[in-house]
């Protein structure tokens, strides 16, 4: 069975598939423009492990071409790739009309998406999430950025998908480690703004999680995001709690150099996010507690000396932290919370007190 979520953005609203099957419904690309080319940009993992379900989804559309591949892991967000893929589409001749299938994880999303903002001064992309991220968070809500030198997502643009396609076939073949990274950004839309999905995570969990719940999950995930998307696109003001967990999770992203995974790192950048709001008094205790033994249940750790890529470094993640592209006039600016569902933006008035919560913690 099939969910399906919409985001309304008047001329430019879009449907998201959730769920097993969502892949075979590609005849609705067809119907969307019968006439249409598609140039298919694929994750290399995914191509060689699914070569045929994706061959059999792409079945009724006209495709241009051999699949352009995109080799795994995150320095394929790059410049480089970004001309390869531009060339690419350039020799399959795609036209203004004609749209990309980009098949993947958050890097062939976010390099497709960037590819398809800008050629030909844009042209559409239809998002196929393969890990649970992707269809969690990173396929939604128009993000698209490549990374540079100076730093992760530096440079991209703001282009939403045309549709969506999250078929849990992909899951079959993630590794459980990419699973549970995953997870934590369901967690996360629970954490920011809805108690009650929370109760319902802690409550699923009980028993081992099946596909159902997952799915059930996964949707009220994305409709979170959704309606968030749909009230602040451009990140003005309420999309920036969708960072919860994130300042301190980049931090430890980058000091680990590659050892802990984006997922991993934001879900312990989530259980710090709640004891610094209790350590500033304004969460109480008992929530940060539900949270890191739901953290831990569920196989993501939060302590920081367990983590891939530990021992960290105080000073170096307050460094990073303040490079954050998000902050605004010089305060470091984090997502804190009140309480489970209760996340609220915050300006840090005392770094030198952050910078020992953070000792404290490592
Ligand atoms: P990823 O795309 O690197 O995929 C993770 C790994 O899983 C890769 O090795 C890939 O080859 C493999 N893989 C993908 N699908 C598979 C499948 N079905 N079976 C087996 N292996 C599979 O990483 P990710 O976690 O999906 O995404 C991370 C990226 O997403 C980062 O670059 C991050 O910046 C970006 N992101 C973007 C947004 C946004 O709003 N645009 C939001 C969150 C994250
Ligand atoms: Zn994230």
Redesign the pocket.
Known sequence: MTELVTISLGERSYEILIGQGAWSIAQRLAAVSPERRYAVLA????LR?HKDFVETGLGHLQIAGAPIEIP???TA?SFGMLEIVLSQLLERALERGDAIIAI?????G?LAGFAAAIYKRGIDVIQVP??L??MA??SV?G???INMPQG??LVGAFHQPRLVVADFA??D???KR?LL??YAEIIKAALIGDADFFDQLEYSNRDSLTALHLQAHLKTAIQFKADIVEADEREAGQRALLNFGHTFGHALESDAKGALL??EAVAAGMALAFDYSVRLGICPENDARRVKDYLKLVGLETGLGSLPGAPFTAEAMVERMRHDKKNAGGAIRLVLARGIGNAFIHEVADEADLLNFLKDKI
């Open positions: 994750d290399a993992n995914v492990l795994e892991g995150e967000k993947g994880g958050g890097v062939t976010d393969t890990t991220l992707a968070d990173s809500g993000k698209t950025a992760k997502n992909f899951l073949t993630l590794p990419q990274a995953g984006h997922g």
